[in-house]
């Protein structure tokens, strides 16, 4: 298939505009314009060309009128009557051929007047740019089904190319750049979510309090797994055996509660499909889990469980030692906390969330962006959550409608259009944006970007250009971000190949923001 991507831009499409030829025009070059006067090779001597035959006639003329005066008198107003006339038929045909021209009459002296009902000119349009470079052939590769798409200038705001940018569709896991950026509007970018222990209410027993924390782990301090920078179980249990054997009068600690009330409602979203999980991409969601409730904690993909509260309560009660009941529950009122571990910060769990499209802590955001904003602390409440979040960026929300914070449900639906305006505040780095644009992966260097189906083979001409998120379900993939286009332009895009997606759409989508890397500004929208 023929590449119409054109680089340089000389390359122009048939039958564009700005081609005489293309448009049927049949203007040529602009020819000089006579004057009328005379040029440097027609100057005439003053005293024997024109100008001394009009002094003689002159002298001729003051004689003729000494003798005959009243009768040039009369004959000058006839004439002046007669050019009156004339200028006053001209003046309205000049008004009439076009309001917003005057002409005015040669009288004596006139005081000039504004009509303030005739309203003032309008400012010439400036003329838009005529931009040739097509990505035509790769946007109708049969690989993108159902094709979205906007691209816009991020300096100058201009939507430089648009298929159905305004439709609200399913984003796929980009739904993680609205919910990074709603956390750091709701949540700030140093929040910590908190695991703690209380005494329970029983004699010889402790409360396991979730907060929230799925990237809470079992593997041993030092040691890191999926999460870099996660609380270990072990620190919190040495927390608690060391304040419990402070206290002489303790009996044996022998009783764990679990506390997992912080997040309510379903574990699982009923839209997703329970093979995310058995395929190891999602775990069930609690405010109690460890290591996102991986089989591995150090694989990214892993098994997960249908029941990651009792999985984080057995690997606690293993490092604590002597615990023979565990059981679920709530803390106490005013029960004294015995130790607490606290999650890397929000900024430090987006670039988790971004880079590998980690699923897990999206939902973690989500809900607890939903808590703090007070809409609940459910499946239900992350809509209005979310929303008010965004709402601190000045971005038109509507039609956007957030059913997960991770993007894998179809009923998720956000414009294309959306996604290239808050992509040009996190290119600029508004408000705490910047934490995204340094988590999204890089074409070839970072992330899921890197991988070797991602930006290969002639789409390797684009390496480290394109910033974005990837998103992949059943019925879509999608990438939307930013791009430092080959002539210097900044772009913001986003595109969605939903439908009968097969898993080359990738390829294809890399394809068609290699083309917008090429065509930069010059983008045509064709």
Request: aromatic residues 6%; proline residues 5%; hydrophobic residues 40%.
């Amino acid at each position: 298939m023929a590449d119409e991507t054109d680089a340089a831009g000389d390359a122009r499409p048939s039958g564009d505009p700005a081609d005489p030829t293309a448009s049927g025009s049949s203007s040529g070059p602009v020819e000089p314009v006579e004057t009328g006067g005379p040029g440097p090779a027609e100057a005439v001597d003053a005293t024997t060309g024109p100008t001394a035959h009009r002094q003689g006639f002159g002298a001729s003329v003051a004689a003729f009128a000494r003798k005959h005066r009243l009768a040039l008198s009369i004959t000058a107003g006839a004439v002046a009557l007669a050019l009156l006339g004339t200028g006053a038929v001209f003046a309205g045909a000049a008004v009439a051929g076009g309001d917003e021209v005057e002409v005015a009459a040669a009288t004596a002296t006139p005081t000039p007047t504004a009509d303030p009902a005739r309203p003032a000119p309008a400012s010439a349009a400036a003329a838009s740019r005529i931009r040739t470079c097509s990505v035509a052939d790769r946007a109708a590769d049969g690989r993108l089904a159902n094709l979205q798409a906007q691209v816009v200038n991020a300096t100058t705001g201009e939507v430089l190319y648009d298929r159905g940018g305004g439709t609200a569709s399913r984003t796929a896991s980009v739904m993680k750049v609205l919910t990074s950026a709603a956390a750091l509007s709701i949540l700030g970018p140093d929040y910590r979510a908190t695991t703690t222990v209380v005494k329970g209410s029983e004699p010889g027993s402790v409360v396991l309090v979730g907060g929230g924390d799925v990237t809470l782990s079992r593997t041993s301090s030092g040691d890191e797994g999926v999460y870099p920078g996660a609380a270990h179980l072990d620190d919190l249990a040495a927390q608690v055996r060391a304040a419990w054997d402070a206290d002489p009068s303790n009996p044996p600690l022998t009783k764990l509660i679990l506390d997992a009330s912080y997040f309510g409602g379903d574990e699982w979203e009923p839209s997703w499909d329970p093979v995310e999980r058995e395929d190891g991409y999602m775990s069930n969601i609690t405010a109690l889990q460890v290591d996102g409730d991986r089989d591995d904690p150090y694989a990214e993909t892993s098994w997960r469980s249908g029941d990651p509260i009792g999985r984080a309560g057995d690997a606690f009660a293993d490092e604590l030692g002597g615990v023979s009941v565990i059981e679920r529950g709530t803390a106490p009122a005013g029960a004294a906390q015995l130790g607490a571990v606290s999650s890397p910060t929000v900024a430090q769990l987006i670039d988790k969330a971004l880079v590998v499209s980690d699923n897990s802590v999206a939902e973690m955001l989500g809900r607890l962006v939903a808590i703090k904003a007070g809409t609940g602390n459910t499946f239900s409440a992350i809509n209005a959550g979310v929303l008010q979040g965004l709402a601190a960026y000045g971005i038109d929300t509507t039609g956007i409608t957030v059913v997960d914070g991770s993007g894998l449900s179809d009923d998720n639906a956000v414009p294309p259009a959306y996604l290239t305006r808050l992509f040009v505040k996190i290119n600029a780095r508004q408000a705490n944006l910047g934490v995204i644009m340094d988590g999204l992966p890089v074409s070839g260097q970072r992330g899921s970007l890197s991988y070797s189906d991602r930006f290969a083979g002639d789409n390797a001409v684009a390496d480290g250009a394109v910033s974005a998120k990837t998103g992949w379900i059943e019925t879509g993939y999608t990438l939307s971000g930013v791009i430092r286009a080959q002539d210097g332009a900044t772009l913001t895009f986003a595109i969605y190949a939903l439908g009968d997606v097969s898993d080359d759409t990738k390829q294809a989508i890399d394809t068609l923001t290699t083309g917008f890397f090429l065509c930069g500004d010059n983008l045509s929208n064709a």
